[in-house]
């Protein structure tokens, strides 16, 4: 099957496998709900981070408060608050597990009380104001502890340690004696940073999982849909081909693409029945164009064709010796003649009792039609030929036991079969014609009542093949295997012009030689009969010992030719 990248094409039309479709589907989702699930998973792990968080800072800040209280008894005995505020800092620092925690205290104000970060970031005083109201408000309702969000951005901006502080989230709990918030809190960017961390993870994780599952995916759908792959190639196949035939179903599994296989083949089956036998009533084309057009109508043109008209001889004496025997004889004659014309790329355009009509150049076969049509009517001689040699070689048998009967005998003359042949081309009209509801496929012209008129001519000289001139001369300049030779030039019965007639003589038959070496003394007396010397003419013919040279001592008997002989012989028969 051709293919175009990746796809196998119809025409210009992609024919995309079902198997990639579900399979980019399936990915797609798989893909898509793992995202989803995760993204979803994360942003809830992030919320119980910051929920966990704000649970630890909510313990270190109790353990700051408390130190606050001690270090505020030791200022009230010793007054050192410089110290005081140092041993507070350096006990909230001992809590930092972040690269941004921090811990501060300020007054209602905003003025730091003390300030310690673990990213080294400097603050010279609290500047988020908005969240320094809010504080002072819970305070005045008499809320002194809870959550607590506030921004440092712009203070981090002007601090190149801190510059990549921002957001914070924590606890306060405003303390007694110190007069100020104690805060714990961590930078927001600490938590997305590790969520982001985890995100990537995740992702990696799925992306190999779904490569993984995807591989595996690709295996089983190809295992899966291995028969629709077989079934669309055959199918594909049969478009190519133009031509309906089974599909192997074989080793396909039991499901129902493999029912619509067997189905088709039920169909297939059906379809080829009935072409076959629309095939044995009409000629190859026209079911060749049926097929291919889905439709047969009223058409025709004029074409250059060659036609053979094949009849037996004496076929009335054999009818009334066979009675209805000779229905067999003749299948099994018409068995060989058909076969003979198929083989040579003709087609069978009518059978009339004991007669066939043949027609050549109907299909671009690459090769001569007219070669063609001699190779089918020396065929059909030769397998003529061949049944009578069998029959005789059968009676003799016989008679070396018994002589045949009377009757026997009749019947043996009445199936040695003779044929004659001839052939003329030209151009014709070749379609169909008669109704709507009733046509034929036929071959119209006056080269096809020439090719009946010249295997009548047969038997009047005599030979088994004769061919007109159109045949000649499409064949001779190329043909090695036909030497042709002029028989007579003759004026039919209906025809007001004469016709020269030719043998086509087969130099691949055993005993060529000699026949091209009668044939060329025929060709001198056939000049001198031309040339109205019938006397050399005689001669000549006598020394050419062929059974056609006794049609013309025949004909000339003793006689002096005409004098207005024009060398055309007039035949008063069609």
Known sequence: MSKKRFFQYVGKTPIIPLSARI??????????????TNLISIQMTQRQVIELTNKLTVTQLKDIYKNAQNQYQVYSYKHNKNECVQAM???????????????????RTGKLFFYISASG????????????????????????????????????????????????????????????????????????????????????IIILLTCLFVVLGIYMFKKIFQSISSITQSLYDMQQRSKLEVINIDDAPNDDVTYMAASFNTLSVSVNNLLSTFQKFVSKDVVSKAYTDHTIRL???????????SDIK?????????????????????????????????????IIGDAILAIFGTYNSGTIKS????????????????????MKEQRKKIELTRKLTDAEERVYKAVLLDIGVGIDGGTVFYGNIGSDEHMTNTVIGDNVNSASRLEGVTRVYRLPVIVSEYIKKEVAPTSERYKFYEIDTIQVKGKTEGKKIFYPLDTFDNGHEELEEKFEVYEKALAAYYDGDWKSARKFFKLSDLEVSKVFLERMGLKSAPANWSGIWTMTTK
């Not at 399979?23 to 989803?36: A, D, Q, R």
């Open 299 to 309: 058409e025709g043109k004029q074409r250059e064709l060659t036609i053979l008209f």
């Open 314 to 350: 004496s076929f009335t004496y054999r009818t009334e010796t066979l009675g209805n025997e000779i229905i067999d004889l003749l299948n099994v004659h018409y068995n060989s003649v058909i076969h003979d014309v198929h083989k040579m790329n003709g087609v069978v355009g009518s």
């Open 23 to 36: 399979l980019v589907i399936f990915i797609s989702l798989i893909l898509m709900s793992n995202f989803m």
């Open 89 to 107: 800092e350096s006990s909230a620092a001992e809590d930092f597990s972040n690269p941004n925690s921090l811990a501060l205290a300020f007054d």
């Open 121 to 204: 970031m400097q603050l010279s005083s609290f500047s988020d104001e908005e969240c320094l109201a809010t504080l002072n408000g819970n305070f005045d309702r008499g809320i002194r502890e809870g959550r607590i969000s506030f921004d440092l951005s712009e203070q981090a901006k002007n601090n190149t340690k801190g510059k990549k502080a921002g957001e914070y989230f924590g606890v306060y709990k405003y303390i007694e004696g110190w007069n100020v918030f104690l805060v714990r809190a961590e930078a927001r960017m600490d938590t997305d940073k590790f969520s982001r961390k985890i995100t990537l993870i995740i992702s990696l």
């Open 371 to 390: 070669a063609e049509a001699i190779d089918a009517g020396w065929e059909i001689t030769y397998v003529t030929a061949e049944l009578r040699r069998k």
